[in-house]
Structures are given as C-alpha cells and as structure tokens.
C-alpha cells in the first residue's frame, strides 16, 4: 500500500477483498445524497482553505515585522498577499456554495477587503487606503496585517462552529436504515457477490478521507492517510454500513485542523506534566 | 508549589490514557483504542498524536507480511512508553481528583469493546 491516499475511485479494487453475501434488496430508485457528501466535501476543503489562509496571515505578519524598510516589506509581502486573496476568495466561493453562511462569507470578504487594501498600499504608497489610515506609515500596515491575522482566526474559528452545526444537520437528519440499505446496494452494484468485495469500501467516504488527510503537513499525509485507509477497510469489513463509514470519515474531517494542530505544535510542549 | 504543566485532560484524552493503561505493555491500534475507551470512531487521533509529541506514546506500523497474511491492511499500533506510562498515571490522578470534585464520572478502561 502506498499510502498516499485512500480507496476513493468507485472502480478501484481494493486489495484485501473479503467477500460478504449480496443480500441486500434491490432499490426502487436511488436515494443517495449527493448533494449532502458533495457539501460534506466543500466544507471540509472551506476549512482546510481558512487554516491556509490563517496560516499565510501569520507569515505575513511576521515578514512585516522583520524589516522597517519599505522595498524589502514590499518584495517580502507581495506573493503571500496574493496567495491571501487567492484563497480568501476560494473561501467566499466554498461558503456560498454551502449556503447558509452568508455572514460568514462577508466576514471572509472583509478579511480580503484589508489584504487588498494592504497590497495596494505597499504597491503604491501614495493611494493610501488601509482601513481608515491617515498616513501612510509602515508601522500602520504592520497593523493592519496584525489586524488581519486576527480577523481570519476569528473567521475560522466561527467557520468551525457554523459548519460543525451544519455537519451535524446534515449527519443526524435524514439518514434512515433504509437508505443506508439503498447507499450499500447503490455502491457494491447489481446484486454480484464478486464486486461486493471489490467495493466495500463506501467511495464518498474514501474521497472525504482523502481530502481530510490533504489538510495534514505534508509530512505526515501519508501516514495518517494509510492509517485512515486502513481503520475504513477495518470499519467496512467489520459490516459497517456505507452511512456508518462516512460518519466516520466525517468526524476524521471535522477534527483534521486539531490533528494538525498537533503535529504542528512545538517540540517544547512535552514537559512534564 | 508551582502549577504542573502538562497536556490538557479533557474527558476523551483521560479515557484513552486508561485505555492504554489498562495493559501497558500491550500495542494497540487507533479503533481498538476507541472501542476500549469508548469513543466514537474517528476522534482520537488528534488525542493520540499530542501524547506521541509528548513522548508519552510510541507508534510503529504492524509489519507488512502479518498484514498480508490477514487479508487487510497494516495497522498503526500504538504503546505507551515507560516514561509515558508513569507520566500518564500521574497526570490521570490529578485529573480523576478534579473529575470527582464536578460530580462526574468517567468510564472504566475496557469497559466497551
């Protein structure tokens, strides 16, 4: 196993088949919420995108900060503000498609107002337009990336909240044993025994898993995408359901940003208790 | 007499410490932990992953032929360390005191598997 990602095309074999019984009835007509994983899997990626941007702000702030001199801030600054807008901008794109996050995505559109307003000021420091500034002044762009930082750690913050509730809309309501029945037989295909080993694995949960563990440090995505894969295929073969795996993948994906926060965390932190 | 510093003790991080301490010498891999603690499946990584910075857990890969020969994936196991395992008594002590004084309890290592 590679360990680069985990089972998430439907037309992959899976390698450690074990074969269950095709007992399941056939269903009427497909129920499968797309809609729902499609908007599981954007709000994932909503705050895989805000930890980036986070991040960036950070790095901004602190590039601000090691030089008073202008050209050198200038040079410094200039590809991480437009990566910050690139970004913020994905994010105001992902909570719109969400929906229900109109406040959130206005609060996105603020943060990318200020690192506009600061690329267009260290671009041309005479069109002054950082937030209400009077003059021109480094020391008030330091400020205002400070403020920036701020604003998209409170962003992400209230993302996490807002999305969580919405997950938790979205896991709760509508899954019925039923459908969880009609999802397993949607995936393992017509009734045939030989492809209901080759498809235990749920594809929509693999595919939020796989995005899950993009959010990871580079360093450790192939670890904890082959031990995500792996704890799936353990889930599967222990007869969770389809729905049961992508509650799994789910919560796996809601807790990506504390996981990477602790295998980001500095090496200090392991004094004694 | 200073403050102890250490990881916070939430209620999920206290019963995956008793879990692994329920047989300290034993590996143990991610869904078996949550069933010993009692966790939903899905939760704990970040919990293990912050012990394992710490010095407090190990983890290795299962070796790949085992594996193979069952039909599954490896498996990441995880085992605390010596030093881990006094650290983590000590630390749950604390917590178990501070748990009993809000009137709460917490479940017992292996109770569910």
């Known amino acids: 196993m590679s360990g680069s990602g985990v089972a998430s095309s439907p037309g992959r074999a899976w390698p450690y088949a074990r074969r269950r019984p095709a007992t399941r009835s056939r269903p009427e007509e497909s129920s499968w919420p797309e809609a729902r994983a499609d908007k599981l899997l954007t709000a994932a990626s909503l705050i895989g995108e805000l930890v980036t941007v986070r991040d960036l702000s950070c790095d901004l702030v602190d590039e601000m900060r090691r030089s008073d001199d202008y050209r050198w801030v200038q040079g410094g600054t200039s590809d991480l503000l437009c990566r910050i807008i690139d970004v913020a901008r994905f994010c105001r794109g992902h909570a719109q498609e969400i929906g229900r996050l109109q406040d959130l995505s ?19 420091p005479s069109a002054i337009r950082v937030s209400h500034a009077i003059d ?42 039923q459908e969880e ?13 030989e492809l209901a080993a080759s498809t235990l694995i749920a594809p929509s949960a693999g595919r939020l898993l796989t995005v899950a ?24 073969s222990a007869g969770a359901g389809k729905a049961e795996q992508f509650r799994y993948a789910t919560r796996q994906a809601l807790r990506v940003g504390h996981l990477r926060g602790e295998v980001l965390a500095p090496r200090s932190k392991s004094a004694a208790p | 007499m200073p403050k102890p510093t250490g990881p916070r003790m939430t209620l999920p991080t206290q019963l995956v410490l008793r879990a692994m301490l329920a047989d300290p010498m034993q590996e143990k891999y991610g869904l078996q932990i949550c069933a010993e603690a009692g966790l ?29 020969e069952e039909g599954r994936p490896r498996r990441r196991y995880y085992r605390l360390t ?16 501070s748990v009993s004084a809000m009137g709460l309890r917490t479940r017992p290592a292996g109770g569910m598997a």
Not at chain 1, 144 to 164: F, K, N, Y
């Open chain 1, 106 to 124: 206005n609060e996105i559109g603020l943060a990318q107002e200020t690192a506009d307003a600061i690329s267009s000021a260290l671009a041309d």
């Open chain 1, 136 to 177: 021109y002044d480094l020391a008030l762009l330091q400020l205002a990336a400070g403020q920036l930082h701020t604003e998209l750690l409170d962003v992400r913050v209230t993302a996490t909240r807002r999305l969580q509730m919405q997950v938790g809309d979205l896991m709760l309501g509508p899954f019925q044993p």
């Open chain 1, 181 to 193: 029945s009609l999802l397993a037989q949607q995936e393992s295909g017509p009734g045939q025994q």
């Open chain 1, 213 to 236: 563990s993009r959010l990871l440090p580079s360093s450790e995505r192939a670890r904890y995408a082959e031990e995500y894969e792996c704890e799936l295929w353990e889930l599967a």
């Open chain 2, 40 to 68: 939903p499946s899905g939760t704990i990584h970040p919990i293990l992953a912050r012990f394992e910075h710490l010095g407090w857990l190990e983890s290795s890969w299962e070796d790949e032929a085992n594996a193979h």
């Open chain 2, 82 to 97: 010596e030093d881990g395992a006094e650290r983590a008594c000590l630390a749950l002590a604390r917590a178990t005191t």
